[in-house]
Nanobody
C-alpha cells in the first residue's frame, strides 16, 4: 500500500524558515513526478512546486523563496521554505504520480494519484 507522510510543518514568524519532508513508502517514485500543493482556508488547493527527471517547477508566487528537492533514492521529497510570509499559511500536501510520463500537466493536481494527509504551516506577522 502506497503512503505519503508529510512532516515538518508548524508555526513560524514572518521571515522565518521551515523544511517540509514527505516520506513515500509502498513503491519507488524515483522516476515519477512528485509535488507539493497547498490549500489555505477558504481557497482552492494550489500548485507550489514539483520535480521530475531532475527538473524542478515552481509557482510564480514561490520562485526564489522555496526550493524543492528529493533524496538520492527518490522516495523522500523536501520543500525548503525561506522568508515565509503570512500568505504562505496553508495546509501543505505532498503528491506523487503513479506513472513515469504522460498524463496531465505537472502543475495540475489531476496528474497526481497519491496524496499525503497534509501538514499545517502557520506564519504569523
Amino acid at each position: 500500500q502506497v503512503q505519503l507522510v508529510e512532516s515538518g510543518g508548524g508555526w513560524v514568524q514572518a521571515g522565518g524558515s521551515l523544511r517540509l519532508s514527505c516520506a513515500a513508502s509502498g513503491r519507488t517514485f524515483s522516476s515519477n513526478a512528485m509535488a507539493w500543493f497547498r490549500q489555505a482556508p477558504g481557497k482552492e488547493r494550489e500548485f507550489v512546486a514539483a520535480t521530475r527527471w531532475g527538473n524542478v517547477y515552481y509557482a510564480d508566487s514561490v520562485k526564489g523563496q522555496f526550493a524543492i528537492s528529493r533524496d538520492n533514492a527518490g522516495n523522500t521529497l523536501y520543500l525548503q521554505m525561506n522568508n515565509l510570509k503570512p500568505e504562505d499559511t496553508a495546509v501543505y500536501y505532498c503528491a506523487a504520480d503513479k506513472d513515469y510520463s504522460g498524463g496531465d500537466s505537472i502543475y495540475s493536481s489531476r496528474k497526481y494519484d497519491y496524496w499525503g494527509q497534509g501538514t499545517q504551516v502557520t506564519v504569523s506577522s
